[in-house]
């Protein structure tokens, strides 16, 4: 969840190709944790940039979700990709392109805030011991990593 006062930048975890994105259109419901309680499916009834991406740890998707007062969401490689309230499904595809992002490199923004939902295959991603849910995020820092052990910091 991003309120007004956070970063609304939206930084690679690993190196990845971006494969396609799609907008899902939908609700703008908030995404605070008591509205996110209390709205059964609440992540995938909103508004949605949905981005798959391979990478060395296999693919993955970085999901973009919209909330109330969000006005829009941009990526680095298309700019602004939600229309004023467009109810149409729109898909782009970048395969014959090579748009290869590197760890840490922005790969999109709110202009507002929202929240992200990412999307990893069973296995590959091991959770830092220290991370706690609900707690802000800052650039950088290091939530989980790929394989055994701790994250690098």
Known sequence: YLSPRDY???HMS???RLLRMTYVPGALFS???DT???VPGLFARNERVVCVFESAHGPFVLTMVGATIVGSM???WHGV???P???VLREWRYDDQNIALKQGDEMGRFLLGSTVVMLFRKGPLRFNQSWLAARPVRLGEAMASFGVGEPKR
């Open 8 to 10: 609304h930048r939206i």
């Open 14 to 16: 690993c190196d990845a």
């Open 81 to 83: 990709v939600n229309p």
């Open 31 to 33: 995404v605070n944790p």
């Open 36 to 38: 996110a309680r209390g």
């Open 85 to 87: 309230r467009s109810p």
């Open 74 to 76: 941009a990526t680095v």
